[in-house]
């Protein structure tokens, strides 16, 4: 269960790291691009603002080599602003391109609740995962969240939420006073989360430990 932690200067590494070895995994962190050629299963991480890591992945070459890791169908996990990355656009500071393996746009959480009243953002803290409109448990087997529940509280720090345009590529929301949160992205090989797994308790390193068996 090696699983290679991609290190561009903008994630939460030492947690990452921790994460994975306490659910039975060997961390082998990387700052090569070239190190995902040869790689069993890759976690990218990200901690700030969108455009900025963006500009750091393709500064390091990490872009393409991600792209290419995708391709060969190994199991590939973002998470916060790794997860925001793997869309299309992200609306930080700015329009950047993101690395664009599911179509849509990251953008702010709405500084208003459901019913209009000023809260708070960043959105920090424990809230419950469930199930995308329409949609029951049976679509979380064979994916990371698979043992875990409905309702189970994960643990958020983030400023903005992603939009993807395929209900498909949702794999599981939350709210926030109301206001709807992408919490995990899924295509094919591909699965990002906007919450850290990493810091979620026993809920999260089940995650962890079910994308470490992917």
């Known amino acids: 269960m090696k699983t290679h932690v991609v290190d561009y200067g903008r994630g939460n590494i030492a947690s990452v790291c ?3 070895e306490q659910s039975g995994g060997e961390v082998v962190l990387t700052t090569r691009a070239s190190d995902l050629a040869k790689a069993e299963r890759v976690i990218l991480p990200g901690v700030g603002a969108f455009g900025d ?11 393409d080599a991600v792209k290419g890791f995708a391709a060969t169908g190994r199991p590939l996990f973002g998470i916060c602003v790794g997860m925001q990355v793997l869309h299309s656009i ?7 391109a993101g690395i664009g393996f599911i179509p849509g746009t990251v953008s702010a959480i709405p500084k208003t609740t459901a019913d209009g009243q000023p809260h708070k953002t960043p959105h920090i803290g424990w809230t419950p995962l469930e199930y995308p409109a329409g949609k029951g448990h049976e679509r979380w087997k064979g994916t990371i969240l698979e043992d875990v529940e409905a309702g189970t509280s994960v643990y958020f720090v983030h400023s903005f939420t992603a939009a993807p345009e395929t209900a498909a590529h949702r794999l599981a929301d939350c709210h926030y006073n109301g206001r709807l949160i992408s919490a995990a992205v899924q295509r094919d090989n591909i699965t990002g989360v906007q919450f850290h797994p990493e810091k979620s308790g026993a809920a999260g390193l089940k995650i962890i430990e079910r994308f470490l068996r992917m």
């Open 18 to 20: 921790r994460g994975v």
């Open 53 to 63: 890591c963006m500009s750091q992945l393709e500064a390091l070459g990490f872009v």
């Open 90 to 96: 992200g609306e930080e500071f700015g329009r950047h």
